[in-house]
């Protein structure tokens, strides 16, 4: 009965690739969001969505698009892989009325090749 | 100069010792505080969140935040092996609709027995 789950875990591949990651979320919450975290341990938001309806937009490339099939899932398409995205993606959700009580999902360790 | 700063560590105590960590902030608009743990290769897990200034308590563990000093502070009381991770502070971002959270770079604990 996981809260946040992301699937792949791990996700290895060479750059040029196209990937997705998946996220989905059993907690009935409302809003869900992708972060990016770096070798560094630099936790960034990257993008957000509230009942299907993209909210935020950080400064990220074109080649990461989002998509939101439904409130329960969050899905991150990654095109033309660079070296510089090889960093550990996290997907969170909240709850209506509490935007800052986000709860994370255990992380999708993406390394480019 | 970063909206968020958090010193990274490594701070490396002895078991039952009462631990003292802290974030400052540039942006006075921030009301929503939030103080998340990580352990090595999981997702950030929510600790506690504080609104506006004042004192907040929860077993351990005590969030206060200053607002004239734009100063945060987590403290770990009788702190355990167990509580040896990354612990980020995060600030709710009122532009963002409170949805989007600046994160610290997270302050890493060891606590030895």
């Known amino acids: 009965d996981t809260a946040v789950s992301q699937t792949p875990k791990y996700l290895v591949t060479q750059m040029g690739n196209d990937k997705s990651i998946k996220c989905e979320q059993n907690l009935g919450h409302d809003t869900m969001y992708w972060y990016k975290q770096d070798s560094k341990k630099f936790l960034k938001i990257m993008f957000s969505?509230?009942?299907?309806?993209?909210?935020i937009n950080e400064t990220v490339p074109n080649r990461f698009s989002p998509k939101s099939p439904d409130k329960a899932h969050l899905n991150l398409h990654i095109n033309s892989l660079e070296l510089g995205d090889s960093a550990v993606y996290f997907c969170?959700?909240?709850?209506?009325?509490?935007?800052?009580?986000?709860?994370f999902g255990p992380g999708t360790r993406l390394t480019v090749t | 100069q970063k909206e968020v700063e958090q010193d990274p560590g490594p701070l490396s105590v002895p078991e039952g010792a009462i631990v003292s960590l802290n974030c400052t902030y540039s942006?006075?608009?921030?009301?929503?505080f939030m103080w998340y743990r990580q352990y090595s290769r999981k997702g950030p897990e929510l600790l506690m969140y504080t609104y506006s200034s004042g004192n907040k308590e929860d077993g351990r563990f005590t969030a206060q935040v200053d607002k004239s000093s734009k100063y945060i502070s987590l403290f770990i009381r009788d702190s355990q092996p167990s509580d040896s991770a990354t612990y980020l502070c995060?600030?709710?971002?009122?532009?963002?609709?409170?949805?989007?959270?600046?994160f610290g770079a997270g302050t890493r604990l060891a606590v030895h027995p």
């Open positions: 942006n006075s608009a921030f009301q929503y």
């Open positions: 969170a959700s909240s709850r209506p009325g509490v935007p800052y009580e986000q709860y």
């Open positions: 995060a600030m709710s971002d009122p532009s963002g609709g409170y949805n989007k959270l600046i």
């Open positions: 969505y509230n009942n299907k309806e993209l909210i």
